[in-house]
């Protein structure tokens, strides 16, 4: 299991704490990157998985490291980043599974659960999906990119109409990407 590090707004630091296993404060998203919140711990309990698995009997790649950072934006939205090394290939093959496994385990628009939608948005080895809940009528939205050995996840939560901005959504992923890319 992945130690989870939490981001938390205030007026503390504006650099996350140091890194849980190897990966470092420069790969993650920073106060600079959300609207001035300053990243804190993930809060227990979150309802939604920050390595998702569709089909539960499938394995997915299990990263070597990985750290998880949340941060409330814009008045209404909650981001979440974990970013994810893997050995060899495994970033590639995370995300190829995740794709497959949408494919064949996602609900569609009207269920509760996982929704596959679009793939390559970020570049090769992306994908957006959609985690759907209250029968298909609010959802979180998922940002994925293996850059490297590493796989970047945002996810985005909205807690006033269940509808994160996906343009919004978007801006943030590719602020991550960047982060690990550099």
Do not use: H
């Not at 939604?48 to 990985?66: H, I, N, Y």
């Not at 994160?164 to 960047?178: E, K, R, Y």
């Amino acid at each position: 299991m992945s130690t989870v590090v939490a981001l938390v707004a205030g007026s503390s630091p504006a650099v996350a704490a140091p890194g849980p296993r190897g990966i470092a404060d420069r790969l993650m998203l920073q106060a600079d990157d959300l609207a001035g919140q300053v990243p804190g711990p993930v809060e227990d309990g979150l309802a939604w998985p920050l390595r998702p698995q569709p089909c539960a009997d499938t394995p997915v790649p299990q990263p070597v490291a990985a750290r998880a950072l949340a941060a409330d934006y814009g008045g209404r939205f909650r981001v979440y980043e974990q970013v994810s090394r893997y050995r060899g290939d495994g970033a590639e093959r995370y995300v190829a599974e995740l794709s497959a496994q949408l494919a064949r385990c996602g609900v569609g628009g009207g269920d509760n659960g996982l929704d596959p939608q679009v793939e390559g948005l970020y570049g090769p080895d992306s994908l957006l999906f959609f985690g759907n809940y209250d029968e298909g009528d609010r959802y979180v939205a998922y940002g994925v990119k293996a850059v490297g050995c590493y796989v970047v996840l945002v996810m985005m939560s909205d807690s006033l109409y269940g509808a994160p901005d996906v343009t919004t959504l978007n801006g943030i992923v590719s602020a991550a990407i960047g982060r690990v890319s550099a």
